[in-house]
């Protein structure tokens, strides 16, 4: 998966984890943030779907990916059966 650092996703989870005003309760955020950082219609249903295999193939660097599902299924409970880490291996390992 090429990494494209000029990609809106990449500079939006950048600003994500820089400012708390924007991580907390980011799901209810995400119509807004994606209009300010100039997402694609692709980007952001990969960003609602938690698709981080599609955000991944967008172009989105891969160090963010794991965090995306933390970012819209939240962190509590980080341990491999958490929402975040079911998300990702949703996405990445089954493909869906």
């Known amino acids: 998966m090429?990494?494209?650092p000029d990609l809106p996703s990449n500079?939006?989870?950048y600003a994500i984890r820089a400012?708390?005003?924007l991580y907390e309760n980011f799901p209810?955020?995400?119509k807004a943030a994606a209009a300010e950082y100039g997402l694609s219609d692709e980007e952001?249903?990969?960003w609602r779907d938690v698709n981080v295999r599609r955000l991944g193939e967008l172009g989105v660097h891969p160090?963010?990916?794991p965090q995306i599902t933390r970012i819209m299924k939240g962190a509590a409970n980080n341990n491999?059966?958490?929402a975040a880490a079911q998300a990702y291996?949703?996405?990445m390992i089954d493909g869906q």
């Open 2 to 4: 090429p990494f494209d």
């Open 44 to 46: 952001v249903q990969a």
């Open 63 to 65: 160090y963010f990916l």
């Open 11 to 13: 500079h939006l989870i």
């Open 28 to 30: 209810a955020k995400l």
């Open 19 to 21: 400012r708390r005003d």
């Open 89 to 91: 291996k949703r996405s």
């Open 80 to 82: 491999s059966r958490s």
